[in-house]
């Protein structure tokens, strides 16, 4: 199962990837979660992340594409895997073709969410993300038991510093300048598959298995 979720901030990559994950047993490689590792850290591809993140921009082109193509060469991923939230632009799109060819890999389907930006909008301002085990919650949609608190592990459930409405309307920018050409990129490569975003979570997830059966 070699994948890509697709879709604007919000979307549901990261949710939908959580359970792909399960069902497949095969890595989820999200290029946000690895960055935001980094800055975490403090490590100095972090440090430099860190202010095109907190502005809502992108991270240069040459730092993600690095960071995929060490992480595909993991044995890991010789099942397959799901990327989420990379390619964000189409050079990131063309090198993960070379990268993809020169293992000699293919890509079995992009998945493209479908969604209405200003309903985005709250989804992401009411995220809430665990601090120790990355699950992740609404507060309306997807509530944690206990207000603040993860079910899975207790750890303390934390905002991220990018879900501030100004930030958000930036990233929902920068998906449609720079991100949105891959719709019409991957259609032309005849490996689009669209999902409505807008069902809830668990009718999104079956939507998603379903353009999934050919490759089980
Ligand atoms: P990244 O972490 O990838 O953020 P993003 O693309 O902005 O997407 P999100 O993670 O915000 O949304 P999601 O689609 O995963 O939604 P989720 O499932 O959490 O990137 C962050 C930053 O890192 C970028 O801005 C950039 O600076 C940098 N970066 C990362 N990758 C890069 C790259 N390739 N190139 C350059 N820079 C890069 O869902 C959101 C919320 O909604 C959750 O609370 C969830 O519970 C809820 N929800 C989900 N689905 C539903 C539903 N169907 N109904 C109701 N609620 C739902
Ligand atoms: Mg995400
Ligand atoms: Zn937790």
Redesign the pocket.
Known sequence: MKLI?L????????????MLIQRYGVPQI???????GAVKEGSPMGLK?KS??D???????E??VGI?EERLQKPDCDKGFIL??????VP?ADALAGTLSSLGKNLDAVIS?E?DIE??VA??A????CDSCGA???????PPAVDGVCDKCGGKLIQ?D??KEETIRK?MA??NEQ?SPLVDYYRNAGLLRTVD?????D??GVAILAQLKDFE
């Open positions: 979720l879709g604007p901030p919000g979307a549901g990559k990261g949710t939908q990837a959580k999200s290029t946000g979660d690895i960055l935001r992340a095109f993140m502005a809502g921009g992108l991270v240069p082109d730092v993600v995929v989420d939230g990379f390619p964000r632009t990131q969410l969604v309903a985005l989804r992401l009411g995220r809430r993300t992740g919650y609404h507060v309306a949609y997807e991220r990018d879900d990233r920068v998906y991100t975003g807008m069902l809830p979570i009718e999104v």
